[in-house]
C-alpha cells in the first residue's frame, strides 16, 4: 500500500501543534524571549478521579517551564468563543489539580507589549 501510495506522489503529510499547525508567530516570540519550550505535553490520568468530566490523556501547553509549573497560553481570537471559553476553563481546572499555574495571553499582547506580557510572567515568577 505504501508503494501504491507514493506512487501516486500521495505524501503522508506530518503535522505539529494542537491544531496541526505548529506554534504561532506569538507564541514563538514569547518562548524565545522566555527561553522556554513551546508545545509542552502535560498528562492527566493522576487526577481523573478527581473531576466530574473526562479530560483528554494530556493537555498541550503553548508555552511551558516544568520546573515552576506555569503554563502559558497565547490565545488567537477563536479563544472568545462559548465554546473554546469553556475548554479553555477545562483545561485550566485540570492543570490547576495537578499543581500548575497558567498564564493566559491573547496573541495581541505578546506582539503589540511584549515588555508587559514578560513583566507579568517575572511578576508572577519572583511571587511564587
Not at 505548529?22 to 518562548?31: S, V, W, Y
Not at 498564564?103 to 499582547?109: A, G, I, P
Not at 511584549?114 to 510572567?121: D, F, G, K, L, T
Request: glycine content about 4%; aromatic content about 8%; hydrophobic content about 35%.
Amino acid at each position: 500500500m505504501k508503494q501504491s501510495l507514493h506512487e501516486r506522489q500521495h505524501y503522508q503529510k506530518i503535522f505539529t501543534g494542537g491544531n496541526g499547525h505548529g506554534p504561532t508567530a506569538p507564541q514563538q516570540l514569547l518562548a524565545q524571549h522566555l527561553n522556554w519550550p513551546v508545545e509542552v505535553i502535560v498528562h492527566t490520568q493522576s487526577v481523573c478521579h478527581l473531576i466530574n468530566f473526562r479530560p483528554p490523556t494530556h493537555y498541550k501547553v503553548d508555552i511551558a517551564n516544568q520546573d515552576l509549573m506555569i503554563a502559558i497560553e497565547v490565545d488567537g481570537r477563536s479563544h472568545t468563543w462559548p465554546e473554546r471559553i469553556k475548554q479553555d476553563q477545562r483545561k485550566e481546572h485540570v492543570l490547576s489539580l495537578l499543581g500548575w499555574k497558567v498564564l493566559r495571553f491573547s496573541n495581541t499582547e505578546v506582539l503589540e507589549n511584549i515588555e508587559q506580557v514578560m513583566a507579568q510572567v517575572n511578576s508572577y515568577m519572583t511571587s511564587k
